[in-house]
């Protein structure tokens, strides 16, 4: 079983819809999560850091679930720009810094 | 400020061949991370500097791979001698001292 998982998607929306998405993580000593995106052929670029229950940037909603062991992502009034894949990555604060990542979820918003 | 950057951006090469990839952090950051990304898998953790010493390097795939962060600026990976399954994107990510990691735009590695 993989430490991150997530679902890979692809998820279809229409412009303005409401889209959410899981990722679920299998070590309780994780303790803080990241919440990034990439777009084709280019870097992770951070997004989010979830450190307790959760985290708001405008339109982006990341909430924690440690009793569950998951992380969610609310994109809300989904743009065209949005469309990418959002990786899920976690660290382990036991001294080691080292994410370990999801295989991501694509998000495709069509017009 | 200016981001962390990669070079070379691609690099096509010939089974037993050298490849040397070179990652320039973010000014400041002690903290400098080898990333690789296999076509179909997740972003894979290879090793991770603090200044010039190697504070993991647990995902370091065998001994043909070889990094190095002389005098705790710029690193190095060099993977002597290259195989097929060395193909794939390579990247480099630095943090000052927190938990925020910061990629730069990855090397494509191809080798055939």
């Known amino acids: 079983r993989k430490e991150v998982e997530q679902d890979p998607g692809p998820f279809n929306v229409p412009e303005g819809a409401t889209v959410a998405f899981n990722c679920t993580y299998s070590n309780s000593a994780s303790q803080s999560f990241f919440w990034y995106r990439q777009d084709c052929r280019k870097e992770p670029k951070l997004l989010m850091s979830v450190y307790s229950s959760g985290n708001e940037d405008g339109r982006f909603t990341a909430q924690l679930n440690r009793a569950s062991q998951y992380i969610s992502l609310l994109i809300r009034d989904s743009k065209l720009s949005d469309s990418a894949t959002y990786l899920c990555a976690a660290i382990r604060n036991t001294g080691f810094q080292k994410l370990v990542f999801g295989t991501g979820t694509r998000l495709l918003v069509s017009p | 400020e200016a981001g962390v950057t990669q070079f070379p951006s691609h690099s096509v090469i010939e089974k037993g061949q050298t490849v040397t990839l070179r990652c320039d952090p973010i000014?400041?950051?002690?903290?400098l991370y080898w990333y690789r990304r296999v076509m179909g898998k997740e972003i894979k953790f290879l090793l991770h500097?603090?200044?010039?010493?190697?504070?993991?390097e647990s995902g370091m795939p065998n001994n043909r791979f070889l990094a190095e962060r002389t005098g705790g600026t710029y690193s190095t990976l060099k993977v002597q001698p290259a195989e097929l399954e060395d193909s794939g994107v390579y990247f480099c990510?630095?943090?000052?001292?927190?938990?925020?990691?910061?990629f730069g735009p990855g090397t494509r590695l191809t080798v055939l």
């Open positions: 000014s400041g950051h002690d903290n």
């Open positions: 500097f603090v200044k010039e010493s190697k504070q993991d």
């Open positions: 990510a630095s943090t000052r001292g927190g938990n925020e990691q910061f």
